[in-house]
T-cell receptor
């Protein structure tokens, strides 16, 4: 069972909606990540938070807004998305070195 | 710069036969290497990792991989495929950047199909 929990599992939203994706981990990891994955492609990095500070933003459009309220939580706020933003959004966490632990993902559909 | 090449986009095997998924990497220093598996509509699950200890790494579900520095390869194997192994497999190299976290470079993925 994954120790990174993402909610909701599925989200359908219109282009004018505001919604949020949530991610939680209780492994004490201090780095957390958002990835976007399109069908039949590897995940693409969006953001990295380290010690609750944004350390990497891979030139993601401002309609995606990350937030890290504390060391266990990571949110991704969504506003004015486009249909091409429909994808699987994966959250992950990692210890100081080593592999990432991924959640099950949130499947987003933008109408 | 790092790169990962998975040599086969699709591999098809019969149940009970061996599995070989090939991966070559490029890295300017001693890499950390991983294999992840992704079942349909699921997240990525860590199968195994190499972090400069033993070159033959054993993972979950009977998978193992051998790190060969001279060949810059990290191929994934399993002696006997099971129907539940059908999934997408990603070979990954990791670059640890201190407080900036771990930067992963993914291969393009290999879809494993298992025939009854």
């Amino acid at each position: 069972d994954t120790e990174v929990t993402q909610t909701p599992k599925h989200l359908v939203m219109g282009m004018t909606n505001k919604k949020s994706l949530k991610c939680e981990q209780h492994m004490g990891h201090r780095a957390m990540y958002w990835y976007k994955q399109k069908a039949k492609k590897p995940p693409e990095l969006m953001f990295v938070y380290s010690y609750e500070k944004l350390s990497i933003n891979e030139s993601v459009p401002s309609r995606f807004s990350p937030e890290c309220p504390n060391s266990s939580l990571l949110n991704l706020h969504l506003h004015a998305l486009q249909p091409e933003d429909s994808a699987l959004y994966l959250c992950a966490s990692s210890p100081s070195a080593g592999g990432l632990f991924f959640g099950e993902g949130s499947r987003l559909t933008v109408l | 710069a790092q790169s990962v090449t998975q040599l086969d986009s699709h591999v098809s095997v019969s149940e009970g036969t061996p599995v070989l998924l090939r991966c070559n990497y490029s890295s300017s220093y001693s890499p950390s290497l991983f294999w992840y598996v992704q079942h349909p509509n699921k997240g990525l699950q860590l199968l195994l990792k190499y972090t400069s200890a033993a070159t033959l790494v054993k993972g979950i579900n009977g998978f193992e991989a051998e790190f060969k520095k001279s060949e810059t390869s990290f191929h994934l194997t399993k002696p006997s495929a099971h129907m539940s192994d059908a999934a997408e497999y990603f070979c990954v190299v990791s670059d640890f950047r201190g407080n900036a976290g771990n930067m992963l470079t993914f291969g393009g993925g290999t879809r494993l199909m298992v025939k009854p």
